[in-house]
């Protein structure tokens, strides 16, 4: 059977003529009968009489014959709210002529409104829709006789708070980041960008799940190509469940088998600003505080928020640095298997001498040590995000002391490849996106078995070959090494450098083309000129 | 899409068809060897290497038992050819011959002045692996004993003679490290003649030549730098002694730091004090006049520099006597330029390049000497030589003037 499936928040119409068939289909069997005892017992039936799903059947003060039930499920709705907002205006008296006998619509009516204190109040039409509704957190309120109901908006129980984002932390900028309630993560982008045309499109995917998803950009900045691109291949997903917005941007990335990542994804609401009024587009799924952003340009994954708040010239100096380390994390290991095994001759002579000394007596390759200490340190890591908190610093003991020291004293490992991998591991964190260090992680073997099989040719040849396949890489429409190539002057202000602010004067080309203009010229801070 | 993975197996074969530094060796199958000789012996070469022992340099590492061992190991190997000899090491040794990094190529004089550099430079120019930057030495007696000597400070010897070079080559105008390439394009230089330093021990080579040696302060034999070998072509011809090396480096523009001792007056004997001029910045013009068929050549040298030591008793802050010394000292210099050139006369070497100047300069004239059975014989050179002291440094007055002042009536 396929749920209903509607557009909640925006007024557009929905351009998906597939799922407008299935609402034609759905209609037709599950109208509201206005037999009350029938449709709880539909309900009751679908929901397979779960013990959470609660239906109060209230007397009406019309009459016996008028009963009101409540329905909602436990746990999902503000008990507070249901208390003081829903329960008492339909069960008090002093509003009520007892003689007038009212007919079950009107009463409808003025339950909704006259009495119900609840802001949000829709009418629901069929079981399906009150289905939904009550699965979402809203109280469903549904009157014998009448073919029509109430959906009133109840949503709440426990959540998580608005929390410091653990995957970016930063030294300055705010410190709140997105929680698992899509409600609250609009309600935080919406603090940052207070305009009416920050546009929110939302749609439920997931057959069995019937997950909440909002597209959110701003109306006048952003492609709407590419808003309606993204909107498109949103609709084309048919799946049972989305669970976490990695489920969406598989299902809708333009490459699936690149190691780039071609959208990229944050726990920071001032990331997901910064980025809307660039003219990119946000998507956030409920259930997940990660938002997913597209289109994304491979400078942008070595980008923090925090560089905008900085100075810009320390922000610069870690930007450039973080293109360094993402370089080291991928082709160290690689580099020091080339250049000890097959070009020995561009070491300085000391330096070979040291490293010979400390290859002797190693009874592998230094190609199989190099991988050997390369998945050592990946299962380490893995090791340590898994494991509960309580047994964190046995990782550290066991890792440092006896794969590390141990191994080399031992002879089995030399001590460089330990300094090697170590530092490779390091340079790995510094990349600010963990979809960026993951593409590092993963190129860093290939790179290995080509050095290990052609020394310096077969990495020359890897990063032709990587090089191919950045140029051709493409986000929702914008190439992927975008300032470079194609080279856009105007745009190397915010690529591998960050200009002050005062001199950011357009949106990047491409992306906010629809209105590049970003600041006023000519507003440079400079010593008041003194006529006197 | 489907156009990758060719593209990428392309990618990956055509490397395996560009020839260069190829096939994987891993450190620890490496000789790496540091300096290398060459001797003959009747009909053979004999060639010396001097190979690494990297567990004896690097301490505290896994490889264990570090200290007690010698730095480095030699073994010689003979041959018809020199390939053929490095071939026959391969019977004795455990690893393959590693040649990247070999600084100093070291030479018997018999060699050189026999057999001739020709097959050697050939055979050094030839591998990929070799350096083009090592540098040439020559030795009077056998070659291989050079490699023996354990250099205090120092573990890898032939690294340290390489820095012997070079350190001595900043602070004394007269050392020229000779790299391959350059000793190379000398050689074939019809106007130009190559000059290699040579490297002698003094004391007691064996004593030097084990490990007790390092352990009393005071070493048994130390390797040093001495005369300068002059080739024509591919052959020695002679040796320099330290004064025509300078001497040659005055004509061929080479003096950038260089001490002139020089004593008080013109005339002074050998019991006169002396003083220390040290030339900071020097320019050599050679030109060549032709007068009457015969060949002058002019050789403008400029020489700037300080007083830096004195023993005379003058009054420095009076110019004239300022002029008196510079007078003095382009003396000395003019002394060590012509008994240089006469010297080089004698050997039939045209180390300073003279023979090119004039080839530039007046190529008739130059047609007729290069026909000419001792072209040197027929130039004669008119040195104009000006030194200019451009200060005497912290002290003005000489402090023997002190002495002279405070003396007790």
């Known amino acids: 059977m396929r749920p209903f499936t509607k557009n909640k928040q925006s007024g557009n119409p929905q351009p998906e003529a597939c799922t407008q068939r299935s609402t034609e289909s759905q209609a037709a069997e599950t109208k509201l009968t206005g037999n009350l005892d029938d449709d709880l017992r539909i309900i009751k039936e679908r929901t397979g009489g779960s013990s959470d799903l609660i239906i109060r059947l209230i007397d009406s003060m019309f009459g016996k014959e008028l009963r009101i039930a ?65 699965l979402a957190g809203n109280t469903a309120i549904l009157v014998s006789g009448a073919t029509l109901g109430i959906s009133a908006s109840t949503a709440g129980g426990e959540q998580r708070g608005v ?3 653990q995957s970016e932390t930063v030294i300055r900028g705010p410190r709140e980041g997105f929680t698992e309630n899509l409600r609250t993560n609009t309600a935080l982008i919406r603090r940052k960008i207070r305009n009416p045309d920050l546009w929110i499109e939302s749609r439920k995917i997931g057959r069995i799940s019937q ?96 560089d905008y708040y900085q100075k810009f010239d320390i922000a610069t100096f870690l930007r450039l640095l973080r293109v360094i380390s993402f370089v080291v994390s991928m082709l160290l290991p690689s580099l020091y298997i080339a250049i000890t095994t097959f070009h020995q001759q561009i070491l300085p002579t000391t330096l070979l001498v040291s490293l010979a000394a400390q290859r002797e007596g190693v009874p592998f390759p230094a190609f199989v040590e190099a991988l050997a200490m390369e998945i050592t340190f990946d299962v380490l890591r893995e090791a340590g995000v898994r494991m509960p908190r ?114 950011m004067l357009r949106r990047p080309t491409l992306i906010g083309k629809k209105n590049p203009k970003r600041e006023k010229k000519f507003q440079k801070p400079s010593p008041p000129k003194n006529k006197n | ?65 570090a200290g007690s061992q010698s730095p480095t190991t030699i073994f010689s190997t003979n041959g ?28 018997s004089e018999k060699v050189a002045r026999e057999e001739g550099v020709g097959q050697i430079l050939d055979f050094f120019l030839r591998p990929f692996e070799s350096r083009e930057t090592m540098s040439i030495l020559l030795t009077k007696g056998k070659a291989s004993d050079l490699l023996e000597v354990l250099i205090p400070l120092e573990k890898i010897s032939g690294n340290a003679v390489k820095r012997v070079i070079d350190q001595s080559q900043r602070n004394l105008s007269q050392v020229q490290n000779i790299k391959l390439i350059d000793f190379a394009a000398r050689v074939a230089d019809p106007n130009a003649s190559a000059m290699v330093p040579e490297l002698q021990v003094s004391g007691n080579l064996k004593g030097q030549s084990s490990l007790d040696a390092l352990k009393s302060p005071r070493n048994e034999a130390v390797i040093k730098l001495g005369e300068l070998g002059v080739f024509r072509r591919d052959k020695l011809v002679g040796w320099l002694n330290g004064e025509e090396s300078r001497g040659v480096a005055w004509l061929s523009n080479r003096v950038k730091n260089l001490i002139i001792v020089y004593p008080c007056s013109a005339k002074g004997g050998e019991r006169d004090s002396l003083s220390s001029f040290r030339v900071l910045k020097s320019s050599t013009k050679l030109s060549s006049e032709i007068q009457g068929g015969k060949v002058t050549m002019k050789v403008q040298i400029n020489a700037r520099g300080v007083l830096d030591e004195t023993g005379c008793k003058m009054d420095l802050s009076n110019p004239r006597v300022i002029a008196e010394q510079q007078r003095i000292i382009a003396k000395v210099i003019n002394g060590e330029v012509v008994s240089t050139w006469n010297r080089l006369r004698t050997i039939e070497t045209d180390a300073p390049g003279f023979l090119d100047v004039i080839h530039r300069e007046h190529p008739d004239a130059w047609k007729k000497l290069a026909q000419s059975k001792h072209p040197l014989d027929e130039i004669t050179i008119r040195p104009q030589i000006r030194v200019n002291i451009e200060h005497t440094d912290m002290i003005n007055k000489p402090y023997s003037t002190l002495l002279e002042q405070n003396k007790r009536p």
């Open chain 1, 70 to 134: 409540v329905i909602y499920i436990e746990g999902l709705v503000n008990e507070q709210v249901m208390n003081s907002s829903v329960m008492p205006s339909l069960t008090a008296k002093d509003f009520i002529d007892p003689h007038h006998l009212a007919a079950p619509s009107e009463v409808l009516g003025m339950i909704k409104n006259r009495f119900l204190s609840i802001s949000n109040v829709k009418d629901v039409h069929s079981l399906d829709e009150v289905l939904s509704a009550v």
């Open chain 1, 163 to 165: 929390n410091e984002p």
């Open chain 1, 211 to 306: 997950t909440e998803v909002a597209v959110m950009y701003l109306r006048g900045i952003a492609n709407d190509k590419v808003v309606q691109e993204i909107l498109q291949r949103l609709d084309r997903i048919d799946t049972d469940s989305i669970l976490e917005s990695g489920y969406i941007e598989e299902f809708i990335q333009d490459e699936a088998f690149s190691p780039f990542p071609t959208m990229t994804n944050t726990e920071r609401p001032d990331a997901i600003a910064g980025a809307l009024l660039e003219g990119k587009v946000a998507i956030l799924v409920d259930g997940s505080p990660f938002v997913l952003l597209a289109p994304v340009t491979i400078f942008k994954l070595f980008q923090s928020s925090e």
């Open chain 1, 390 to 503: 309580a047994i964190g610093s046995a990782i550290s003991i066991v890792g440092a002391l006896v794969l590390g020291q141990a191994a080399v004293q031992a002879g089995l490992v030399s001590a460089a490849m330990v300094i090697i991998v170590a530092f490779t591991a390091i340079a790995g964190f510094v990349a600010p996106s963990v979809s960026i260090s993951n593409s590092a992680r993963i190129l860093r073997f290939g790179f290995m078995i080509l050095a290990g099989t052609l020394g310096l040719f077969g990495i020359m040849a890897g990063l032709i070959a990587l090089l191919i396949h950045l140029c051709g890489l493409r986000s929702f429409g914008i190439p992927y090494l975008l300032p470079l190539a194609p080279f856009i002057p105007a745009d190397q202000k915010d690529a591998f450098v960050r200009v002050p602010w005062w001199a």
């Open chain 2, 1 to 65: 899409m489907n156009r990758w993975p060719f593209l990428i197996l392309l990618l990956l074969i055509v490397p395996l068809f560009v020839t260069g530094c190829w096939d994987s060796k891993e450190l620890n199958s490496l000789s790496i060897i540091s300096a290398t000789s060459i001797d003959r012996e009747r009909d053979h070469w004999v060639v010396t290497f001097q190979v690494i022992i990297p567990q004896a340099i690097a301490t505290q590492t896994g490889g264990g038992g």
């Open chain 2, 80 to 107: 018809r050819t020199i390939r053929e000899a490095m071939q026959n090491a391969s019977l004795e040794t455990s690893r393959m011959l590693f040649f990247a990094h070999n600084s100093i190529l070291i030479l």
